[in-house]
């Protein structure tokens, strides 16, 4: 059984950091790509950010370029979000998932099959 567990949400002011934190258990991740994403309040779930566990290419929304990066450590089988210059529009609940499919569209939602609980993340202004 596939579990997904993030961690590292919370409030902070515009300008800090958080550094989320996924988990991943239940079978070898190796092949798999592991996605970002967010739903703020009245908004769809949208894309942040993927990466291949084989060969650790990463992806990114262009909403969030240069201020967040994607990371994976295999031998924790543990993605991380390090997010830094936060704004308040990045307010939104983020949730990690994963990935098996070859179609290339890493951003697009309905290719991840494995999605965990997500985790709060409040920018204020």
């Known amino acids: 059984q596939v579990q997904l567990v993030e961690s590292g949400g919370g409030l902070v002011q515009a300008g800090g950091s958080l550094r989320l934190s996924c988990a991943a258990s239940?079978?070898?991740?190796?092949?798999?790509?592991m996605g970002w994403f967010r739903q703020a309040p009245g908004k769809e779930r949208e894309f942040v950010a993927s990466?291949?566990?084989?060969?650790?290419?990463?992806y990114y929304a262009d909403s969030v370029k240069g201020r967040f990066t994607i990371s994976g450590d295999n031998a924790k089988n543990t993605v991380y979000l390090q997010m830094n210059t936060l704004k308040p529009e990045d307010t939104a609940v983020y949730s990690c998932?994963?990935?098996?499919?070859?179609?290339?569209?890493?951003?697009?939602?309905?290719?991840?099959?494995?999605w965990g609980q997500g985790t709060q993340v409040t920018v204020s202004s």
């Open positions: 998932a994963a990935s098996r499919s070859l179609s290339g569209r890493y951003y697009d939602r309905h290719d991840y099959a494995y």
């Open positions: 239940g079978r070898t991740f190796s092949s798999y790509t």
């Open positions: 990466i291949t566990w084989s060969g650790g290419r990463t």
